[in-house]
C-alpha cells in the first residue's frame, strides 16, 4: 500500500509570512508524529496525535507552530510569521497503534526554507 | 530522560568489510531501541528494534544489531559492506509514545 505522503516536497517562503506542510499517513494509522530536522541533526520531535487529538505536544518551540488532524487521518502544521531559524525538513511518521513498539513510518519530508 | 549518544559524526568502511556504527543509551526501564537509516533526498527507513529478548536483533538489508546491558549499548553491524550502503544512520529510542533520535552517524562505504 501507499507510505506517508507530504507536501509540497519544498516549500521557500519570505520571513514574516505563513506556511501550511500537510501529511497524508498511512491507511488506518491512527498515530501520527511530526519532527524537524535541522541540517546535520537527527529528527527532533514537535507532537504526537492519537487520532484527532494532540496527546503530546511538548516538542513544539513555540506559539508560532500550530498543528491539526481534524478527522484523524491527514495532519496540517501550521508556521506562522517565519523566521529564517524555522528553515528545516519537517517529517511526519504515522504508525499502526499506540505502544512500545510504536514502529514509525516515515514520508519524504517537506524542506521549508525562509529567506 | 531516555536518550542516545552515536559517538562517530562519520564511519569509513571499504567495501566487503565488517562494520559497525556505534550507540550507547541512557533509559530508566527497559529500553526500546531503533536503527533508522536515511538515504540522500528520501525518508527515515526503519531498519530493526530491539524490545525484548534476544540480545542480536536481525533487520532489513543484512544489518544487524546487537544490545549490551552492562555496556548500555545498541551497535549496528554488518558482516560484509555494501557500497550501497552509504547513509545517515540514526539510533533512537522510545519516550512515552515518542522517539528520540541521536545526531546520526554518516557511513561512507569506499569501493
Known amino acids: 500500500g501507499a507510505g506517508v505522503s507530504q507536501t509540497p516536497s519544498n516549500k521557500v517562503t519570505e520571513k514574516g509570512k505563513y506556511v501550511e506542510l500537510r501529511c497524508d499517513p498511512i491507511?488506518?494509522?491512527?498515530?501520527l508524529y511530526w519532527y524537524r530536522q535541522s541540517l546535520g541533526q537527527g529528527p527532533e520531535f514537535l507532537i504526537y496525535?492519537?487520532?484527532?487529538?494532540?496527546?503530546?505536544d511538548s516538542g513544539l518551540p513555540n506559539d508560532r507552530f500550530f498543528a491539526v488532524r481534524p478527522e484523524g487521518s491527514v495532519s496540517t502544521l501550521k508556521i506562522q510569521r517565519t523566521e529564517r531559524g524555522d528553515s528545516a525538513v519537517y517529517l511526519c511518521?504515522?504508525?499502526?497503534?499506540?505502544?512500545?513498539?510504536?514502529?514509525?513510518?516515515f514520508g519524504p519530508g517537506t524542506r521549508l526554507t525562509v529567506l | 530522560a531516555q536518550s542516545v549518544a552515536q559517538p562517530e559524526d562519520q564511519v569509513n568502511v571499504a567495501e566487503g568489510n565488517p562494520l559497525t556504527v556505534k550507540c550507547t543509551y541512557s533509559?530508566?526501564?527497559?529500553?526500546?531501541l531503533f536503527w533508522y537509516v536515511q538515504y540522500p533526498n528520501r525518508g527515515l527507513q526503519f531498519l530493526l528494534k530491539?524490545?525484548?529478548?534476544?540480545?542480536l536483533v536481525k533487520g532489513s538489508y543484512g544489518f544487524e544489531a546487537e544490545f549490551n546491558k552492562s555496556q548500555t549499548s545498541f551497535h549496528l553491524k554488518k558482516p560484509s559492506a555494501l557500497v550501497s550502503d552509504s547513509a545517515l544512520y540514526f539510533c533512537?529510542?522510545?519516550?512515552?509514545?515518542?522517539?528520540?533520535f541521536g545526531k546520526g552517524t554518516r557511513l561512507h562505504i569506499l569501493p
Open positions: 530491539y524490545i525484548t529478548g534476544d540480545n
Open positions: 491507511s488506518g494509522h491512527t498515530a
Open positions: 533512537a529510542v522510545r519516550r512515552d509514545d515518542k522517539i528520540i
Open positions: 533509559v530508566s526501564g527497559n529500553p526500546y
Open positions: 511518521a504515522s504508525s499502526s497503534y499506540r505502544g512500545p513498539y510504536n514502529e514509525q513510518f
Open positions: 496525535f492519537q487520532g484527532t487529538g494532540a496527546a503530546d
